[in-house]
Nanobody, 115 residues
């Protein structure tokens, strides 16, 4: 079993930045994929940013150019740097990890973008 613990959510104003962190309880050195999903009010969960084990990175079109995903293998942590935040980025953000043995989700961290 793998635990994913997210942090960094909160209330931010439009145009501001925020960084989310997700620490895994197991090494991510040989992980198949890791990244972030989000679920906004009344919406389905959607992918935000993913890093694959072969180094590929995918972003949702709505965040491309504003969000950056990165991993720190030494800390078993994935980050999501969110810049130029918009009210439509308001959501619960979930960390996601795909190991050879299964898929894991964090508990979610809420980001609210509002003035």
């Amino acid at each position: 079993q793998v635990q994913l613990v997210e942090s960094g959510g909160g209330l931010v104003q439009p145009g501001e930045s925020r960084r989310l962190s997700c620490a895994a309880s197991r090494s991510i050195f040989s992980i198949k994929a890791m990244g972030w999903y989000r679920q906004g009010p009344g919406k389905e969960r959607e992918v935000v940013a993913l890093i694959t084990g072969v180094g590929g990175i995918e972003y949702a079109g709505s965040v491309k150019g504003r969000f950056t995903v990165a991993v720190d293998n030494a800390q078993n942590t994935v980050y999501l740097q969110m810049n130029s935040l918009k009210p439509e980025d308001t959501a619960v953000y979930y960390c996601y990890a795909l190991y050879s043995g299964g898929t894991y989700w964090g508990q979610g961290t809420r980001v609210t973008v509002s003035s």
